[in-house]
């Protein structure tokens, strides 16, 4: 059954650590504490859990826990924990393989019930682990264009009937429906078929992050959801305008890609209450090793340790964003912060949110913000923080929620039977559109 209302906001929040710490008391806490979380989103009707990733650890501490578990066996563990929540793994189109991450991903798609997505980054770390150097963006960006190709073709090429289920409850399998690719280009040779069968969901959704020119041109061409940073209302438009003007120039369908922010709210409960949690949240700041963080978000390769935290940042030390090999669009955001006078202590507390939108203030306040992009037709999939963090939970789900909810911004249950129909994406081509959940 159509829905007859406007498309809602989709929402993702990060899927918990499952990690055992030394000084657990059980070596089961990570993963119990997990899938508590987990459950809480999907009670809340949360869309997706999103897995981020690093393929090393930071060696100035900056990441904090970025990095420290497998995404796609984190998410395979709590997909048996829960039953309607997405889940998207982070993988690095630079340090994996096309068909075994089509295995991967396909795998956890059979596993969930159809619930698999996974997010394209090109990766700016982690090259010392992988004996190799880190290609160009626009290397790294040619290399995920072919990834993406092979994966998409690897899903399509097998028939809907290659498996059939026996009446003792095995499978039977017809090899003669699965189907080569023989794709051949400059980083890849691919042959196939792929040796899973056919997708719940045919492809699990693509999502993809990514700032840069070239990032911009793969995520308009080929993703389903773009992951952005774009802190300000008019960089937001600006990206938006420009995504789908590139999306249009490959003739994708109406609507895509969808535009996802990761959405950095400090909730409160009254404006005095707001201004109190970000006071003490400023105060704890430590400042020379926000030094270090900001030189991050500049690229790296810039000395700010004798520079006077009242002061703003000379030109001569601001980077050419060509010049950086990591990261450009988040550099980009910053160069326009430092040439727009802030200090360099402004710039740290900037740095503290990785140039992500962030927000403080009431929940009404901060729908108002959310409202605002929404309408606007620039925010498609909102990723929210606070689950699990015993100063926001309360107030993001006895709030925030509520107050989205009440202005029929998000959606009050979930509106299909997997998570491509949850984030309503378009129907693939030669696919056939399952019904759909009335919305309550």
């Known amino acids: 059954m159509a829905l007859n209302r406007p498309r809602r906001l989709k929402t993702l929040t990060g899927a918990s650590s499952v990690i055992a710490a030394s000084n657990d008391l059980a070596p089961k806490t990570g993963i119990t504490r997990a899938v508590e979380l987990a459950r809480k989103a999907e009670a809340e009707k949360i869309t997706g859990l999103f897995t981020a990733d690093l393929l090393h650890i930071d060696p100035a501490g ?29 993988i690095s189109t630079t340090f994996h393989h096309p068909y075994n991450l089509a295995r991967q991903i396909g795998t956890l798609d059979h596993l969930s019930g159809g619930r698999a997505g996974w997010n394209a980054v090109t990766s700016s770390v982690g090259e010392e682990n992988f004996g190799e150097t880190l290609p160009s963006p626009e290397e790294r960006y040619a290399r995920a264009a072919e990834f993406i190709e092979i994966v998409n073709a690897l899903y399509d090429a097998n028939e809907r009937d290659a498996v059939q289920r026996r009446a003792s409850g095995a499978v039977a399998v017809d090899h003669t429906k699965f189907h080569p690719i023989n794709y051949k280009g400059r980083h890849f040779d691919v042959q196939g078929p792929l040796n899973v069968p056919p997708l719940p969901q045919r492809r699990a959704v693509l999502f993809q992050a990514g700032q840069s020119d070239a990032g911009v041109t793969v995520g308009a061409r080929y993703a389903e959801v773009v992951y952005t940073s774009q802190p300000r209302l008019d960089d ?17 369908a109406a609507a895509l890609p969808f535009i996802m922010n990761s959405f950095h709210a400090l909730i409160g409960e009254s404006d005095a209450d707001v201004a109190r949690r970000l006071k003490e949240k400023h105060e704890k700041i430590d400042y020379e090793q926000g030094r270090l963080k900001l030189a991050d ?17 000379p030109d001569t030390l601001l980077p050419e964003v060509t010049s950086i090999n990591r990261r450009r669009g988040r550099v980009e955001v910053f160069r326009r912060y430092a040439k727009e006078g802030l200090t360099l202590r402004e710039l740290i507390v900037q740095a503290q949110e990785t140039g992500h939108w962030s927000v403080a203030g009431t929940p009404e306040q901060l729908v108002d913000a959310i409202e605002e992009r929404y309408r606007a037709d620039i925010l498609d999939v909102l990723s929210l923080h606070g689950f699990g963090n015993p100063d926001q939970e309360d107030l993001l789900v006895n709030g925030l929620l ?32 399952l019904p759909k959940r009335l919305a309550r």
Do not use: C, H, K
């Not at 420290?68 to 709590?78: D, K, N, R, S, Y």
């Not at 909810?405 to 559109?433: C, H, K, M, W």
């Open 297 to 313: 978000m500049l690229g790296g390769g810039v000395d700010l340790s004798d520079l006077p935290l009242d002061q703003a940042l």
């Open 62 to 90: 900056l990441a904090g826990t970025a990095g420290i578990q497998e995404p796609i066996v984190t998410l395979a563990a709590l997909s048996q924990a829960t039953s309607q929540i997405g889940l998207i793994a982070t």
């Open 402 to 433: 509520p107050e989205l909810r009440r202005r029929q911004i998000i959606d009050t249950d979930y509106v299909g039977d997997d998570f491509r129909s949850n984030l309503e994406l378009p129907v693939l081509e030669g696919q056939i559109a």
């Open 236 to 252: 937001a438009i600006a990206f938006a305008t420009e995504l789908r003007r590139q999306a249009v120039s490959f003739g994708r």
